[in-house]
T-cell receptor
Framework: AQKITQTQPGMFVQEKEAVTLDCTYD???????LFWYKQPSSGEMIFLIY??????QNATEGRYSLNFQKARKSANLVISASQLGDSAMYFC????????????FGAGTRLFVKA | EPEVTQTPSHQVTQMGQEVILRCVPI?????FYWYRQILGQKVEFLVS????????KSEIFDDQFSVERPDGSNFTLKIRSTKLEDSAMYFC?????????????FGPGTRLTVT
């Protein structure tokens, strides 16, 4: 079965510093999509960034960038210049490119930004 | 900005009762999903729905669960006889098309509490 692994259950970062949230995945698919979602305490799932498996360049969206290393099957999220509002749960996820195109999620990393 | 809506936001029910969770996906989207998140745990795929039929379901999605798109706009998840372990946040999601469309839009969730 496919698996998404986030090895950091909790992370602390100082405001204005950068932080990297780790994600590795297990797949035999050639084509797939990788995602990061933010879940604040209010509970909604907020899309942050996407990386396609065939994309040559690492994805960036504002302060978010994805460090994609396909051979190592890793897709780490880098948040630059952390803000207090970044404190939340962060989920790494992978979407299938066949079947029902379901998304499977990692267990999440809870990020705490310190003032 | 288009959004997925879900009602109710919170549902409390007694064990053994039937519940229907409702979702209105984005109007031109074609693929619809239900996910659940037990408190403090990761988001789990339940079912995907395309062209008025289930395209994929997880092992969680047993005979107690069913989905329906009764009128071309609503997308419902029915749990026939709720159990205590069904208590969770249920997210509806939709995608315009695949595989090129990458953003999966999540609704705000329905928190189901089974007593």
């Amino acid at each position: 079965a496919q698996k998404i692994t986030q090895t950091q259950p909790g992370m602390f970062v100082q405001e204005k510093e950068a932080v990297t949230l780790d994600c590795t995945y297990d797949t035999s698919d050639q084509s797939y999509g990788l995602f990061w979602y933010k879940q604040p305490s209010s509970g909604e799932m907020i899309f942050l960034i996407y990386q396609g498996s065939y994309d040559e360049q690492n994805a960036t969206e504002g302060r978010y960038s994805l460090n994609f290393q396909k051979a190592r099957k890793s897709a780490n999220l880098v948040i630059s210049a952390s803000q207090l509002g970044d404190s939340a749960m962060y989920f790494c996820a992978k979407r299938d490119s066949t079947g029902g195109f379901k998304t499977i999620f990692g267990a999440g990393t809870r990020l705490f930004v310190k003032a | 900005e288009p959004e997925v809506t879900q009602t109710p936001s919170h549902q409390v029910t007694q064990m053994g009762q039937e519940v229907i969770l409702r979702c209105v996906p984005i109007s031109n989207h074609l693929y619809f999903y239900w996910y659940r998140q037990i408190l403090g745990q990761k988001v789990e795929f339940l079912v995907s729905f395309y062209n008025n039929e289930i395209s994929e379901k997880s092992e969680i999605f047993d005979d107690q669960f069913s989905v329906e798109r009764p009128d071309g706009s609503n997308f419902t998840l029915k749990i026939r006889s709720t159990k205590l372990e069904d208590s969770a946040m249920y997210f509806c999601a939709s995608i315009m098309d695949t595989p090129r469309s990458y953003e999966q839009y999540f609704g705000p969730g329905t928190r189901l509490t089974v007593t």
